[in-house]
């Protein structure tokens, strides 16, 4: 029988959720345990088999992953991790990845574009992602909702002032709003031999700014399924595309720029070479010191 808060296993320092399924959502009882955990400094650690799945939305909450197989490891990295009592630790004397999740995936790895971009909150919380997702797939979001299975039809007017998922044809995007910013990040997945419009992507991204100020989007592409579950495998690492900002630069050694709407794109690279990060972080250092 589950304890206190819901969880299998309740500690000063976390709760521990027991998930045996093939793929594991952010229901409705993990999502009320993020906020508890959040509450009572804990820390909410969600514990699977290797064969399982998580969603979109569980993998980018505030939950961390453990997966069960000889002995535990962390879902996204791979780290070796140990039981101390109260909670899930790194195991201090690994020196290597958990041996499962360097194992071969069960489902064909794609790619899966990320979009990342801060804005002023609007009263209509929902029209950005909605442009967005119409200027990608051809069509609006099909749903909204706080925690999985999603309960509403779509109406951007409707989105409440507080974390909230939106699904559309093949694209999960999460909408929340931090210290006065509204921060949307939509991932879009693509199968094995079906490439994303990157080339599109610059045109793309300025006529969303067009409609809607957008202070800053960073675009890159991460190695994953195209239905965007994660299982906790390595799959590889991610890469960046470009970065825009709001507003007219002069620019910085090094990297070309052109005026995309209202926002100036920086390519960064071709979202296969993660080693561009490098650039991502000297472009915003040149930035934030002007």
């Not at 505030?62 to 990295?77: F, N, P, R």
């Not at 574009?113 to 200027?135: C, D, I, N």
Request: glycine share 10%.
């Amino acid at each position: 029988m589950a304890m206190s808060g819901g969880a299998d296993v309740l500690t000063p320092t976390a709760m521990v959720f027991l998930q045996d399924r093939p793929i594991v959502p952010l229901n409705r009882a993990l999502a009320n345990a993020i906020g508890e955990c959040e509450n009572t400094n804990r820390v909410l650690q969600v514990v699977t088999s290797p064969s399982s799945r998580i969603t979109l939305p569980l993998r980018t909450s505030k939950a961390q992953w453990i997966v069960h197989s000889d002995g535990y490891y962390e879902g996204l990295t791979g780290r070796p991790m140990l039981w101390g009592g109260s909670s899930f630790t790194t195991d201090p004397g690994a020196r290597d990845y958990a041996p499962a999740y360097t194992t071969r995936t069960s489902v064909p790895i794609g790619s899966q574009l990320v979009l990342t971009f801060q804005a002023p909150p609007s009263e209509h919380r929902g029209t950005r992602v909605e442009t967005l997702m119409r200027l990608l797939t051809g069509h609006p979001p099909a749903g909204w909702g706080t925690t999985e299975p999603l309960e509403h039809s779509w109406n951007a007017s409707d989105l409440p002032n507080q974390r909230v998922i939106a699904v559309g044809a093949g694209v999960i995007a999460t909408v929340e709003v931090s210290g006065g910013t509204e921060l949307t990040t939509l991932t879009a997945g693509y199968g094995p031999g079906k490439e994303p419009p990157l080339t599109e992507l610059p045109s793309l991204i300025g006529e969303l700014a067009d409609t809607s100020p957008v202070a800053s989007l960073v675009a890159q592409l991460n190695p994953g399924p195209a239905d965007l579950t994660t299982e906790p495998r390595w799959t590889g690492a991610a890469a960046p595309i470009g970065l825009a900002v709001n507003g007219t630069f002069n620019g910085a050694p090094g990297f070309t720029r052109h005026r995309v709407g209202p926002l100036t794109w920086f390519p960064l690279g071709d979202g296969r070479s993660p080693e561009y990060w490098q650039r991502h972080r000297e472009l915003l250092a040149h930035l934030r010191s002007r």
